[in-house]
Nanobody, 125 residues
Framework: QVQLVQSGGGLVQAGDSLRLPCAAS????????MGWFRQAPGKERTFVAG????????VYTDSVKGRFTISRDNAKTTVSLQMNSLKPEDTAVYYC??????????????????WGQGTQVTVSS
């Protein structure tokens, strides 16, 4: 079956960096758009970044542009989110997700088919 297994995360201070890897199995990874979402307590899950199936196109929500970088390795079936200059408002549970439709990078979490288990990122001020 399809599995997206996340690692990384943790407690860091404002200004620090973290890398969140997500390893995929059970799917034709190179045929899926991949995304990262986050969910803060009491709030809806929101789009952070997405990358096209080939890796040639990446998009970001405005609040993370210039600080976060999404990347993928189709040979290793992994997608990662590099987070730099972290801020307290980045605190949330982060999820990687896979979307089998590849004509657009969807920002609505409801359009994604498979999800990682989530990992907590806490940024202290």
């Amino acid at each position: 079956q399809v599995q997206l297994v996340q690692s990384g995360g943790g407690l860091v201070q404002a200004g620090d960096s973290l890398r969140l890897p997500c390893a995929a199995s059970g799917l034709t990874f190179s045929a899926f758009t991949m995304g990262w979402f986050r969910q803060a307590p009491g709030k809806e899950r929101t789009f952070v970044a997405g990358i096209s199936a080939s890796g040639g196109i990446a998009v970001y929500t405005d609040s993370v542009k210039g600080r976060f970088t999404i990347s993928r390795d189709n040979a290793k079936t992994t997608v990662s989110l590099q987070m730099n200059s972290l801020k307290p408002e980045d605190t949330a549970v982060y999820y990687c997700a896979a979307d089998k439709l590849t004509f657009a990078i969807e920002r609505n979490y409801r359009n994604y088919d498979y999800w990682g288990q989530g990992t907590q990122v806490t940024v202290s001020s």
